[in-house]
């Protein structure tokens, strides 16, 4: 809204750069509403006192994911990065990782960690990550 110079205001929307949030005003203000497919079960005082018949909660339920059987079985996540066995990584997993102390004379090797073995009880989620690739499997 903006003052004109007789001093009536402006009444028209604000532009999409002017508003405070400018998801809400997309490319059409005047966007409709779209109810939902069933209607909406414990909203009135009978629902809420009486029960809701078991067709009516099946017909809400969503499948499962997992049931649907794509995957390979170890696991089965649709939904994350990888599984716990990966065949991107080694199957074998490296301990704890020292810092191994370089000549400052040679600039090609800036890090690098020795395996000094799994520590005694239990390794951080970190140390877990860790895992050997043997040399002819980098790529």
Do not use: K, N
């Amino acid at each position: 809204m903006s003052g004109s110079d007789d001093g009536s205001w402006d009444e028209s929307l604000l532009a999409a750069e002017e508003s405070l949030d400018d998801e809400e005003v997309g490319v059409d203000p005047d966007e409709g509403y779209s109810p939902p497919d069933r209607p909406a079960w414990g909203i009135t005082d009978r629902e809420i006192g009486g029960h809701e018949s078991l067709s009516r909660r099946l017909s809400r339920e969503v499948p499962d994911v997992s049931a649907l059987g794509d995957g390979d079985g170890i696991g089965d996540s649709t939904d994350t990065d990888g599984e716990p066995i990966d065949d991107q990584v080694g199957a074998e997993r490296s301990g704890r990782l020292v810092f191994v102390d370089l000549d400052d004379s040679d600039p090609g090797e800036d890090f690098v960690a020795r395996d000094v073995g799994i520590d005694g009880r239990a390794a951080s989620a970190e140390e877990a990550a860790v895992h050997i690739v043997p040399d002819g499997d980098r790529a």
